[in-house]
């Protein structure tokens, strides 16, 4: 499927919305069917349109701790890490595309950064169990928009490798040499 508004969604799919009117994207899994608890109640209910995403600053570029509980899937902001909220609390309002595995270098090269990869993926359990995981452990690091963000939370979880196009300096093979250099000289600062 080329990159474009997403129509019909499966479990264990990489995808992402606009923030900031297309500034940056905000990345995630669809995990289908969740499990969702009411902090208020302790009530669980099942949703249909689960999204686990890594959160560190919201949509404004700000956490926003006033926004209120959603119906939903109960979710209220309430600062950064992996959360699992409802598709709606996800884009937002925003459009909602699915970003591409196993696109041509000469794609790649073209397509708009944070979109796509030309690296493979691994089989939508594989996914949906590695998000899961960090869910459940809260083990992702701390956000960093650069080196640690909700991009390399989804593709952890697709490839198994930490990779953010979006973040690139430039774009296609060019940036992703730029960051990757960048990266392994500040890991031992910033890690």
């Known amino acids: 499927m080329a990159t474009g508004q997403v129509v019909l969604l499966n479990p264990g799919d990489h995808i992402y919305t606009e923030c900031l009117g ?3 994207y905000h990345h995630g899994i669809y995990v289908g069917r969740g499990l969702v608890t ?17 959160l560190g600053l919201e949509k404004e570029g700000k956490v926003k701790k006033t926004k209120p509980q959603c119906q939903t ?14 598709l709606d609390c996800f884009r937002e309002g925003n459009g909602l595309y699915r970003y591409e595995y196993d696109v041509s270098l000469l794609s790649f090269n073209f397509k708009t950064s944070g979109s796509c990869t030309p690296w493979s993926c691994s089989d939508p359990n ?11 452990d ?12 909700c991009e390399h939370f989804a593709t952890k979880c697709k490839m198994g490798k930490a990779r953010c196009n ?15 250099v ?10």
């Open 22 to 24: 297309g500034s940056y």
């Open 38 to 54: 009411n902090p208020n109640t302790g009530n669980t209910r099942t949703i249909t349109n689960a999204v686990i995403h890594f």
């Open 73 to 86: 899937c109960f979710y209220k902001p309430k600062g950064p890490g992996i959360v699992l909220t409802c």
């Open 126 to 136: 594989t996914v949906i169990k590695r998000a899961y995981d960090y869910l459940r």
């Open 138 to 149: 809260q083990n992702f690091g701390d956000y960093s928009f650069v080196f640690n963000n």
């Open 166 to 180: 979006q973040a690139l300096w430039g774009t296609g093979l060019p940036g992703a040499m730029v960051y990757n």
């Open 182 to 191: 960048a990266r392994r000289l500040t890991k031992d600062i910033l890690w």
